[in-house]
């Protein structure tokens, strides 16, 4: 038996080596007639040409053997001349890919026989077994599909979409990992790739560092994406794309390097073993670098050292028993769900705006009469100013991460906070509205009593960028910005003002746009969360429901809001019409003054100008036709005005 250390070695022929020629029987006459010449000449001597026998074993001490055979027949004849002295040399040609890439060598005969006569070429005494059989090539156990390139005809297009179905029906598996030195790892994994060192090093090298010693090992890569953003990541970058370096290794993703590993199913279900060309279903793999006292010669450079250590890297794995519980029991989430550490300091900024302080309570109290005496000044700027000082956003912001969390606590806390702000903002402005000799509606209340989906549409996107803004310190400064945009104050104080002046019109409109800014915010910044991965794994599609069931309460009210607001669209766009047509009476011109919602519906004031009195039967002709433009529903108001 060979030492250890010499299991790699130069290729040397010496004059006692006597020299054999392998060959399949398919193998063309001609061509065998070539190579076996090349190899007289190259080895000066003469050589026995033999056809292939699978199981022949007989062959001399010392002796070398070329062989040009199938993969298949190799494998099954390894075990039968591992234990014997001899060189074997594999010419490639198209039945044998596999041991090409197990070795690293080239398509061709030639380059092969280069290699023997230059000496720059090692000789490898380790053979891979699965299983306790010979393997060549890259060994996968799991869902290879979604990561290799599908061969078929299809068009692209198609291509594309079936490997989106794949994603999207993708599951991990617990399994457990064992080293030759008895290191157990338990995990949920999509697929492993194992076998010889230094071919998955060369197969995948965005996960493997340089080194001199990759012939002895068995290695494997362990896929282990936690969303389909990360599987797709992996699919279309880290396997195909060269990876900036192998010292940190992606998420998802482990690495293991020894002599022997096992792999094997915890869950009760086979799996499923690609090895040889060949599917098969298996409770455990084994896959082992076997010592032999033949050698081969191989291709690889990184040959220089024996090594006996064992190098294992999955601390982007998932380990812990929840974690690999939620990931074997349903489909991957379509965005990565975060870790309770990545988040900690987040959810404790957010838990500590959810709680009523006497800071908060004078800001809002403060934010609150200085809207109220805006709305009656009718001033934007001190409307604007209250925006900016009132702290409503944080609490809301709160409740939506506990929903999207199912955070009890900090649901809970958050919840009485907007609560207790919003009937503290309503007794201040009823209050001050109440006290003050004001009953003329301005036009900056009027302005939130006509509550829209655009309204909602303005909320939505303000959350977006609120749950982002608390999220990302970075631009944390914004969310003034946000609190302009979304304006939550100034509706609640013009509701407060309602209830002061005793309009229930005015409080119910202005309450419905407060409630709708406040469910478009916890309905985008709850999407927002969840997109950067701070959902609950359990409650995910639970709180999504809920928030969804909000939005499509709030938006029925709205609609019906948003109708109006189409239907004095249209009264503009009929009048901008009737400005190039002609007036139903001759030396008139009619223009659209406003329009002005009511209980009992829509108010256009017109103006009627003309040079010369007009008639009581020219009046009801223009009455008339407006109406039939108009519709029935829209109440029309006539001023009449002689131009001289």
């Given at each position: 038996?060979?030492?250890?250390?010499?299991?790699?070695?130069?290729?040397?022929?010496?004059?006692?080596?006597?020299?054999?020629?392998?060959?399949?029987?398919?193998?063309?006459?001609?061509?065998?007639?070539?190579?076996?010449?090349?190899?007289?000449?190259?080895?000066?001597?003469?050589?026995?040409?033999?056809?292939?026998?699978?199981?022949?074993?007989?062959?001399?001490?010392?002796?070398?053997?070329?062989?040009?055979?199938?993969?298949?027949?190799?494998?099954?004849?390894?075990?039968?001349?591992?234990?014997?002295?001899?060189?074997?040399?594999?010419?490639?040609?198209?039945?044998?890919?596999?041991?090409?890439?197990?070795?690293?060598?080239?398509?061709?005969?030639?380059?092969?026989?280069?290699?023997?006569?230059?000496?720059?070429?090692?000789?490898?005494?380790?053979?891979?077994?699965?299983?306790?059989?010979?393997?060549?090539?890259?060994?996968?156990?799991?869902?290879?599909?979604?990561?290799?390139?599908?061969?078929?005809?299809?068009?692209?297009?198609?291509?594309?979409?079936?490997?989106?179905?794949?994603?999207?029906?993708?599951?991990?598996?617990?399994?457990?990992?064992?080293?030759?030195?008895?290191?157990?790892?338990?995990?949920?994994?999509?697929?492993?790739?194992?076998?010889?060192?230094?071919?998955?090093?060369?197969?995948?090298?965005?996960?493997?560092?340089?080194e001199e010693n990759r012939c002895w090992r068995t290695s494997?890569?362990?896929?282990?994406?936690?969303?389909?953003?990360?599987?797709?990541?992996?699919?279309?970058?880290?396997?195909?794309?060269?990876?900036?370096?192998?010292?940190?290794?992606?998420?998802?993703?482990?690495?293991?390097k020894s002599q022997k590993l096992t792999i094997t199913a915890?869950?009760?279900?086979?799996?499923?073993?690609?090895?040889?060309?060949?599917?098969?279903?298996?409770?455990?793999?084994?896959?082992?670098?076997?010592?032999?006292?033949?050698?081969?010669?191989?291709?690889?450079?990184?040959?220089?050292?024996?090594?006996?250590?064992?190098?294992?890297?999955?601390?982007?794995?998932?380990?812990?028993?929840?974690?690999?519980?939620?990931?074997?029991?349903?489909?991957?989430?379509?965005?990565?769900?975060?870790?309770?550490?990545?988040?900690?300091?987040?959810?404790?900024?957010?838990?500590?705006s959810a709680v009523m302080t006497t800071a908060y309570m004078?800001?809002?109290?403060?934010?609150?009469?200085?809207?109220?005496?805006?709305?009656?000044?009718?001033?934007?700027?001190?409307?604007?100013?209250?925006?900016?000082?009132?702290?409503?956003?944080?609490?809301?912001?709160?409740?939506?991460?506990?929903?999207?969390?199912?955070?009890?606590?900090?649901?809970?806390?958050?919840?009485?906070?907007?609560?207790?702000?919003?009937?503290?903002?309503?007794?201040?402005?009823?209050?001050?509205?109440?006290?003050?000799?004001?009953?003329?509606?301005?036009?900056?209340?009027?302005?939130?009593?006509?509550?829209?989906?655009?309204?909602?549409?303005?909320?939505?996107?303000?959350?977006?960028?609120?749950?982002?803004?608390?999220?990302?310190?970075?631009?944390?400064?914004?969310?003034?910005?946000?609190?302009?945009?979304?304006?939550?104050?100034?509706?609640?104080?013009?509701?407060?003002?309602?209830?002061?002046?005793?309009?229930?019109?005015?409080?119910?409109?202005?309450?419905?746009?407060?409630?709708?800014?406040?469910?478009?915010?916890?309905?985008?910044?709850?999407?927002?969360?969840?997109?950067?991965?701070?959902?609950?794994?359990?409650?995910?599609?639970?709180?999504?429901?809920?928030?969804?069931?909000?939005?499509?309460?709030?938006?029925?009210?709205?609609?019906?809001?948003?109708?109006?607001?189409?239907?004095?669209?249209?009264?503009?766009?009929?009048?901008?019409?009737?400005?190039?047509?002609?007036?139903?009476?001759?030396?008139?011109?009619?223009?659209?003054?406003?329009?002005?919602?009511?209980?009992?519906?829509?108010?256009?004031?017109?103006?009627?100008?003309?040079?010369?009195?007009?008639?009581?039967?020219?009046?009801?002709?223009?009455?008339?036709?407006?109406?039939?433009?108009?519709?029935?529903?829209?109440?029309?108001?006539?001023?009449?005005?002689?131009?001289?």
């Amino acid at each position: 038996m060979k030492c250890v250390v010499e299991s790699i070695m130069p290729l040397e022929i010496e004059s006692e080596n006597q020299i054999f020629f392998l060959h399949h029987h398919s193998i063309d006459k001609k061509d065998l007639d070539i190579v076996s010449k090349t190899i007289a000449n190259l080895t000066d001597r003469e050589i026995q040409t033999h056809i292939f026998k699978k199981r022949k074993s007989n062959y001399p001490e010392n002796s070398i053997l070329f062989t040009m055979v199938p993969d298949d027949d190799f494998l099954e004849w390894i075990p039968h001349i591992k234990d014997l002295d001899t060189t074997i040399i594999i010419l490639p040609y198209e039945k044998n890919p596999r041991l090409q890439q197990e070795f690293d060598l080239p398509q061709k005969p030639d380059p092969v026989l280069d290699m023997v006569r230059s000496g720059d070429n090692y000789l490898s005494d380790r053979f891979l077994f699965c299983n306790g059989k010979p393997a060549a090539g890259c060994i996968s156990v799991g869902e290879s599909e979604w990561i290799e390139d599908n061969p078929s005809s299809s068009p692209y297009l198609l291509k594309i979409l079936q490997l989106f179905k794949k994603l999207f029906s993708l599951r991990l598996r617990a399994i457990e990992l064992t080293s030759a030195k008895a290191q157990n790892i338990k995990t949920a994994a999509l697929l492993v790739e194992a076998g010889r060192e230094s071919m998955i090093s060369r197969l995948r090298p965005n996960f493997f560092k340089i080194e001199e010693n990759r012939c002895w090992r068995t290695s494997a890569v362990v896929y282990a994406p936690q969303s389909v953003v990360e599987t797709l990541k992996l699919r279309l970058l880290f396997a195909r794309v060269r990876h900036k370096s192998a010292d940190t290794l992606p998420k998802g993703i482990g690495v293991l390097k020894s002599q022997k590993l096992t792999i094997t199913a915890t869950d009760g279900r086979p799996l499923q073993l690609f090895c040889n060309g060949k599917k098969i279903k298996t409770d455990s793999v084994e896959i082992e670098s076997v010592q032999m006292r033949a050698s081969i010669l191989t291709g690889e450079k990184n040959c220089a050292a024996f090594e006996d250590k064992e190098s294992i890297r999955v601390q982007n794995l998932p380990t812990d028993n929840d974690t690999i519980d939620f990931f074997t029991r349903k489909t991957l989430p379509f965005i990565p769900i975060a870790t309770e550490d990545a988040f900690a300091e987040l959810f404790m900024k957010l838990k500590e705006s959810a709680v009523m302080t006497t800071a908060y309570m004078l800001l809002l109290i403060v934010s609150v009469l200085m809207a109220t005496t805006g709305l009656f000044q009718n001033s934007s700027p001190t409307i604007i100013g209250a925006m900016i000082l009132a702290p409503l956003m944080a609490p809301i912001i709160a409740f939506s991460m506990g929903v999207i969390r199912f955070d009890e606590g900090l649901m809970t806390h958050s919840a009485k906070t907007i609560l207790l702000s919003i009937a503290i903002a309503l007794i201040a402005s009823a209050s001050m509205a109440w006290t003050l000799p004001f009953t003329h509606v301005t036009e900056q209340i009027s302005m939130r009593t006509h509550p829209t989906l655009l309204d909602l549409a303005v909320a939505i996107l303000a959350g977006i960028a609120a749950a982002y803004g608390y999220a990302n310190s970075k631009v944390g400064e914004s969310l003034a910005g946000v609190a302009i945009a979304v304006a939550l104050v100034p509706p609640l104080t013009v509701a407060g003002i309602g209830i002061g002046w005793g309009s229930w019109s005015l409080f119910s409109n202005a309450f419905l746009l407060f409630l709708a800014n406040i469910v478009g915010i916890v309905f985008a910044s709850g999407i927002m969360f969840y997109l950067m991965g701070f959902a609950s794994r359990r409650y995910v599609s639970t709180a999504f429901f809920i928030k969804l069931m909000m939005v499509g309460v709030i938006a029925i009210p709205l609609w019906l809001s948003t109708r109006t607001l189409v239907v004095e669209e249209k009264i503009y766009d009929t009048f901008k019409r009737l400005r190039s047509a002609e007036a139903p009476v001759a030396g008139v011109s009619i223009h659209l003054q406003r329009i002005e919602r009511k209980a009992d519906g829509l108010y256009a004031f017109i103006s009627v100008i003309s040079s010369s009195n007009i008639t009581n039967d020219a009046r009801e002709a223009i009455a008339r036709y407006l109406k039939k433009e108009l519709g029935k529903d829209v109440h029309l108001v006539f001023t009449y005005l002689t131009q001289y």
